[in-house]
Every structure is written in C-alpha cells, then in structure tokens.
C-alpha cells in the first residue's frame, strides 16, 4: 500500500510541477543525444484578483417589469450570465447584482479574459427570444388639450418667423439669425446653405421660392411646410443644361430585361413598326396605354422632366436631339423597341439657397409612435432547448424550438388566439421570422427560419440553449483590469503561506517526534494530491481560494494531532507500540469524522448559497478537509506501520514524545 502511494504521489508529481521532469529530460538528452519529450504542462487557473481579466457593468432595462418583481427577474440574468461564462470556459466567474438609484446593474469579472471584446460577445450575444403579435388596435388621436397645445405652439412659431422676417428686411444679418434661431442643427452650424438646388429635386418648395425671389434678395413672405415656417433667401441662380419632358411606347420581347412576356424579336419589331405608322401627337398616349409593356403605360407613357445621363444612352441619344411635338423613329435599347413622343423640352434653372426654419410641434412629437407589434407573455424564458434542422423541401438549415410545459400552453393559446395572422419571432429586438399562423399548434414546437448558414444556425442555437435573458442588459462600463494583488504581493502571500508550514512542520516533530516527522511527509503528500486535484478538475484559485486551501493544511494537521494524542495515552497505560496505534487510529477516528463533516457541512452551505469568491474559498477548503480525512487516516497509518518496530520501539518510547516512566 505504501509502494503505491509513493509511487502515485510522484506521478501526481510530475503533473503539478513537469519541470523537475523536463529538466531532467534536459540533461539525459544532451549527455546521451536522446530525444526525449517533455511532459505536456497544465497551468494552474488563476482568479481576476491574481492575473487579471475583464471587468464589465451591464445595465438592466427594467422598465416594463413590475416593481415586485425587478429584483427577482435582475437575479435572473445573473445565473444566466454566470451559466454562460461557466459554459465558455470561465469558471467561478464574479457576477454581482447592485442597486443604485433605482437602476439595476449587474458586475461581472472573468478571469484570465483580457480581450475585452471576446468577454463582450460571450455576454452580450445571449439572445432575447420574444413572440409578438400584429398590434390591430388604430392610432390614437390628440386630444383637446393636446390639440389646443399644438395649435398655440405653432402658432407662436409663426409669430416668431414672422418677426424675425421683419428684422431680416430692417437689415439685420441673416446668417447670425440663422445660427441664433434655426430651429435645425444644421442652421446653427453652416448657416444652412443647401448648395445648387432645383424644382424637380427634393427640395422643390424652397427652389419655386427662390424662383420667385431675385438674387440676394429674401423672399417677402414666409414659407410654411409641414416641418415649420420658412424665411428663404436666393443667394444664387444658374441655368443647367435644358431638361425634357416625353412619353414612349415600349414592345419587349424574350432576352430583354425586365421583360416578362414571351413575344419574339421579330413579332415585337413587327408591331413597334405598325405602332409608328399609326403614331401621332394626339393618339400617341392611347395606343401607348393599350400596347406599351412598360410600366408608365397606364400613363400613356409619360416619362415625366428629366436631363441628360437618366436614361440609357440610345435613349437619350435621341430624345436630346427631338424637337418638341415629333415622334422618332423606333429606337432599340436593353428593354427592348420604343417610340418616344417628345412633348416639352426647357432650361433647368438652379438655386443657391439658405433658410431659416422655425420648426413646428408636430403630431408625432405628442403622440408616441405605435408599435407594429405587441409582446406575449412566451419568451425565451419559456424555452426548453434548441437544435438545428433542414427543410426537408429546401435543405435550408433552420432553428427548431422546443417550449417547456408552460410554453406548450403559450404557445398553443398564442397560435389559436392569431389563426390567419402572423406571428413576429424576435431575436435580440429584431424580427428574424414572420411566419402566418394557419392552424393551431398544440405541440409545443416552433421554428426559426431565416436566412442562415449551417453555423449561423449552430451558434444560435447554442445561444439559446445557454439561455434567454429575463431582461434587456445594455452594457455602460467595460475595462481590462490586471492583477489586484500584483505579482509581488502574491509571492509575499506564498512565503508567509511556507514559513507557516515549515513552523507547523517543526512543531510537530518537535513535540510528537517520529509521528510528527511521519506526518510531515504525509502533509508533502496530502498537498501534491490536492494540487493535482486543483489542476486537473480544474479549480479557479482566488486569494479566498488559496486561503481555503491553507486551512485545509491545518486540518489535516489537526487530524494528525488527534491521532497522536491518542496514541500517548494508550503508550502511557502500558500498552505495546503496535497496539497503541491500531487504538490511537480507532479511538481518533470519530472525533476526526465528526469534526470533518461539520466543516464540510459548512463547505456545502457556503458553496451554495455564497457569492463566486467565497465558493472558490469553500470549494477548496471542502476539497482539502476531503483528501486530508485520507491522508491522516491512510498515508499516515501506513508511514507508521512501516516505519515503526513494535520490539524495538518498545524501548525507544521516547520517539513517540512519552517518557518510560510516565507509562503504568
């Protein structure tokens, strides 16, 4: 028994510290010219407090959850977020629920993470899984005090345009009052010169004012927009190049875009061709409306103003150099065979304006926007797994949900309640599906389809099976934090960590002699065992951690003192060594036990219910008081049973710490 122990503690050796092996592999190899590897090493994982990582402050949007019940659902994104990391990797991570102001925060450290983006992706990317159904109900209107209140502020912005108006054409500097009073951002900034603008662009109102209004000059009236109450200035004009206005007829055919019919080539040339015989001025919107395969034909074929370089360039070629009232000859482009009728052609003329904008109070400035879609009670919370599958028709991958007893009911009350309607599934805020509810499902099971790859799919599966957060979280501080303790306090930590076990150490052999020393090399062993223990579960060491496992030294030790308090009282009543220890082991064992168990009892309570850093303390501490029981009760004896013997001990009682003639 003791062969093998011996034999185990250097293998466990080896793994705790491969140097010693390493070394030596070292020095063989450059004696003999062997090759010799070296023993794969496992590092030992370190908490945040001693190599750093990430530290990180999510804020929870609670704002829709009922005040009884906020602490409860915040705790929830605590052990999702706490299963989350554990499932990456991050073992004994810190996450901390804190209530400041109202706003509930949730902390989070992970150890040995210094890529604070990585940390950020493995939390944040934990999915929000909602259903939300159509929302039927019509908009709401203004109210009398609402309405009363939008009249009498607009009219105070026409009130104030007007004035300003007035202190415009008394000379005052425009630009100033534009960057004093604009109710745009842009006003204030730039002084709001809009550049060349024209008639038919997006600021068309402003260019027919700036039309009527002579260069430098600001227009007499103000102008009123659905956005507010306008004072333009023209500033500048120009004339662009002419643009035109036409109509055509278009016949496609099979190989031209767009086209949608069947007709051939040849029998689309041959009608372009008896649509130009037929062509003039006043039939030329009729037959476009009843032959024309464009998409203005319900128009007659107008095309509206346009400049050169909007259409395509066969098109153009033509219509620039039409004159007004003819129809061309049939011209071929990529749509296919057109006549092109042109009916106007004039200069565009281009305005350089700034304005000044007295915004209004809008409708929907009182009124809050209304969603499109309402939230259900089912959510991710509801969500009993995910996993992915293929449309069997498409062998497109999809994401398939399976809802947990309470999510069945949901979810067969949400497809009865919206049979004919669509469901939205929603992902993080955003709709991923919007499938049409066509039947009742009672099954319980749902699907996501979307446009996703195999490991799209993967990935969101896998995020919803590490589980749906109750609450929005939005993150509002992040940093990558170093050791707490540093390097130096670490090993100041250490040494007084060893100074304490070599004062044990010395005392013991002191005091109980030859069982002392025996339990000096039986602790050597109890700390290799725990160390391989530590590194191969692997056990995250923190500060409290390290502290656990010390204490756990001085349980073991207690155990040895126990057993070797024993054994001088059965030597001091005369009995033989060999019976003295076999009684010593036996009368010790239940004080040991009991004394043990308590503490584990205490481990199991504080693992349980404590915070991240006191189960790393109670986890190694209960890890320790475990396989010291061993070492006291195995190692120990069987250091004893070998070392000692019985017939020449006999004589020698003073190894033992008792005196011949203390014994009866």
């Known amino acids: 028994m003791l062969a093998i122990i011996i034999i185990v503690t250097f293998l466990l050796l080896l793994f705790d510290a491969p140097q010693i092996y390493d070394k030596t592999v070292d020095f063989v190899n450059s004696k003999t010219g062997t090759e010799l590897s070296h023993i794969s090493s496992v590092p030992f994982r370190l908490g945040l407090d001693l190599q750093g990582g990430t530290h990180l402050v999510y804020e929870a949007d609670t704002s829709k959850i009922e005040s009884g019940q906020k602490g409860e659902s915040v705790e929830g994104v605590r052990d999702v977020i706490e299963r989350r990391v554990n499932a990456f990797g991050v073992s004994e991570p810190v996450v901390q629920v804190n209530k400041s102001n109202d706003k509930w925060r949730v902390i989070v450290e992970l150890a040995g993470i210094s890529d604070v983006r990585e940390a950020i992706k493995m939390i944040g990317e934990t999915p929000l899984l909602e259903f939300k159904t159509q929302n039927e109900e019509p908009p709401r209107e203004l109210t009398a005090e609402e309405q009363k209140q939008l009249d009498e502020q607009n009219a105070e912005a026409e009130k104030k345009a007007d004035e300003l108006l007035k202190e415009v054409q008394g000379g005052a500097d425009f630009d100033e009052l534009i960057k004093t009073y604009s109710s745009e951002d842009r006003g204030r900034d730039n002084g709001v010169h809009l550049g060349w603008i024209h008639e038919r662009g997006p600021y068309r109102v402003l260019a027919e004012t700036a039309a009527e209004t002579e260069v430098g000059q600001i227009h007499n009236k103000v102008v009123e927009q659905a956005s507010g109450f306008y004072i333009v200035q023209n500033k500048d004009q120009r004339n662009q190049e002419k643009e035109v206005k036409a109509s055509h007829i278009l016949i496609c055919f099979q190989g031209t875009e767009r086209c949608e ?270 160390l391989f223990v530590f590194k191969a579960i692997p056990v995250t060491l923190t500060l409290a951690g390290i502290a656990g496992f010390i204490l756990s030294i001085g349980m073991a030790v207690d155990a040895n003192v126990l057993i070797f308090e024993r054994l001088k009282e059965e030597l001091r009543m005369g009995k033989p060594v060999g019976t003295a220890i076999e009684e010593g082991f036996k009368r010790a064992w239940t004080s040991i036990r009991d004394g043990n168990v308590s503490t584990l009892i205490t481990c199991f309570i504080l693992a349980w219910f404590g915070t991240s850093m006191i189960k790393g303390f109670a986890i190694t501490l209960g890890i320790g008081v475990l396989l010291s029981m061993f070492s006291a009760i195995v190692v120990t004896r069987q250091l004893l049973m070998v070392t000692v013997n019985p017939k020449k001990s006999e004589k020698r009682l003073w190894l033992f710490g008792v005196n011949k003639k203390d014994t009866k």
């Open 261 to 530: 019919r069947d007709t051939t080539k040849e029998d689309a040339e041959k009608l372009i061709n008896e649509l130009k015989e037929q062509a003039t001025p006043k039939n030329f919107a009729k037959l476009a409306e009843d032959n024309s395969t464009g998409p203005s034909a319900s128009t007659g074929g107008d095309l509206g103003f346009f400049t050169k370089g909007q259409m395509v360039p066969e098109f153009d070629e033509v219509v620039m150099t039409m004159e007004v009232g003819t129809v061309s000859e049939v011209v071929e482009t990529q749509f296919g065979y057109h006549l092109i009728y042109k009916t106007d052609e004039q200069e565009l003329k281009e305005y350089k304006v700034s304005y000044l904008m007295i915004g209004k109070l809008l409708e929907t400035d009182i009124l809050p926007p209304q969603d499109q879609w309402l939230p259900s009670e089912l959510t991710g919370k509801q969500l009993d797994s995910a996993r992915v599958e293929f449309d069997q028709t498409t062998n497109i991958p999809q994401v398939s949900l399976v809802f947990n007893d309470e999510g069945k009911d949901l979810f067969a009350e949400l497809t009865t309640d919206n049979v004919g309607k669509p469901i939205a599934i929603f992902l993080d805020g955003s709709p991923i599906s919007v499938p049409r509810v066509n039947e009742p499902i009672k099954g319980g099971e749902a699907v996501i389809t979307g446009d996703f790859d195999i490991q799209e799919s993967q990935l969101l599966a896998q995020r919803l099976n590490a589980g749906a957060l109750p609450v929005p979280i939005e993150l509002v501080s992040q940093q990558t934090v170093g050791a707490s303790l540093g390097n130096e306090s670490l090993q100041k930590s250490l040494f007084a960590g060893m100074i304490g076990l070599i004062l044990v150490a010395l005392f013991m052999i002191g005091y109980y002699r030859l069982p002392g020393l025996l339990s000096v090399l039986a602790l050597c062993i109890y700390g290799v065992v725990v």
